[in-house]
């Protein structure tokens, strides 16, 4: 079954293409490799949910010796990141319109990803659409597949409620240890969503799981 949703940016050379290059993923992991986005072996960090993509493009730039998949299923912020990846001419990022749970599931190939970063997902804060989220026994349960050796699930949001929803659900499910609180470093890298919630003194709720195995 051919995914027409994602829809990858490829390098042609040194300079990007104004146009998409056609790139079809099929529901087969063994058939979807880093090398078929990259043009290298070097390690690849996915983040879910990128939005404007300030967070992802700005790891890009600052670590060039890293490749990033930035997976974003609303085509608005896709094509806004688009562009920007374009204009940067960041030549180590790709940008998927495309579903976090399909990916996880079915086409980030296993013990691929250095580490998968998660922020403020949304917390689909009434009771009956709490099922619409994305952290559910299953989704958690397959993040280890995708992870390395070693490799990390960075997760943040500013919702209380649901951290401690997200927290139960990846203690139970996830196969991962969680590392202990990491105090606040003011030279990393932060959203826009994170800069907007700190102005209004609204808190950040962040914590982090590592495949041990």
């Not at 104004?18 to 529901?27: K, N, S």
């Not at 493009?57 to 806004?80: G, M």
């Not at 998927?96 to 990803?113: R, Y």
Request: hydrophobic share 40%.
């Amino acid at each position: 079954m051919e995914l027409d949703i994602l829809k990858p940016i490829l390098r042609e050379s040194a300079n990007f293409a104004e146009e998409d290059i056609a790139f079809d993923l099929v529901v087969d992991p063994e058939r979807v490799r880093w090398e078929d986005l990259f043009d290298d072996d070097r390690p690849v960090e996915v983040e879910f949910g990128s939005g404007t993509g300030r967070f992802i493009l700005d790891c890009a730039a600052r670590f060039p010796k890293h490749n990033y998949v930035a997976v974003e299923f609303r085509l608005k912020w896709f094509k806004l990141i688009r562009s920007r990846v374009i204009k940067r001419n960041l030549p180590n990022i790709r940008v998927l319109c495309a579903d976090a749970k399909l990916l996880v599931e079915s086409l980030i190939p296993e013990n691929q990803v250095l580490n998968y970063h998660i922020h403020h997902p949304d917390p689909w804060p009434k009771t009956r659409h709490r099922k619409r989220r994305l952290f559910q026994p299953r989704f958690c349960s397959m993040l280890k597949r995708g992870l390395v050796p070693g490799g990390h699930v960075f997760i943040m949001t500013d919702v209380e409620e649901y951290f401690r929803s997200i927290v139960q659900v990846m203690n139970a499910y996830s196969g991962l240890a969680r590392l202990p609180d990491f105090p606040d470093d003011p030279d990393r890298i932060i959203t826009n969503y994170e800069e907007k919630a700190t102005k209004r003194n609204i808190q950040i709720h962040r914590t982090a799981y590592q495949n041990l195995d």
